[in-house]
């Protein structure tokens, strides 16, 4: 049987900490709820925009918030999001991708952390999306504890 445990996503929405100084011993201001899948994966709750609600996969190693194809097409639908550019890549398995970005206008990740004009890579054929760092370091700091 599969258990599943709840981490929480500390996140500071007003930069109380230059990014220099530790993040430990930080009050943060908002709290969000992590479930755990499998070995240290962890997922939030994430909308884009008000319209496409999902759970993304937290990944500090990711320079861009992932959508797949089939929140793209929600999002294009209700004109929620515009084309910014392509850029190259290498995926983990040393895969080189070339793959379209977009800015999204609103990302809320729990009930109230709402983060504007983030950058979102999209890739074919994949179900996980994942929060990567175009939208966590405009929150920085933060702490997954």
Same mark, same amino acid.
């Given at each position: ?39 240290? %994966? ?23 918030? %992932? ?26 398995? /040393? %895969? ?28 074919? /054929? %994949? ?19």
């Amino acid at each position: 049987m599969f258990m599943h445990t709840v981490a929480v996503l500390f996140v500071s929405l007003y930069f109380l900490v230059p990014p220099a100084q530790a993040v430990q011993g930080v009050q943060f201001d908002t709290t969000i709820p992590m479930s755990k899948k499998g070995t240290a %994966t962890y997922y939030v709750p994430v909308e884009f925009d008000g319209v496409a609600k999902n759970e993304l996969m937290v990944d500090t190693g990711s320079d861009y918030v %992932t959508i797949n194809e089939a929140t793209l097409e929600l999002l294009k639908e209700r004109g929620k999001l515009d084309y910014v550019k392509q850029v190259g890549g290498t995926m983990a398995d /040393g %895969t080189d991708v070339i793959v379209p970005i977009y800015r999204i206008a609103n990302l809320n990740i729990g009930c109230c952390c709402i983060i504007h004009d983030v950058e979102a890579a999209v890739f074919k /054929g %994949t179900e996980r999306q994942i929060l990567g760092l175009s939208a966590l370091k405009k929150v920085a700091p933060f702490a997954l504890s």
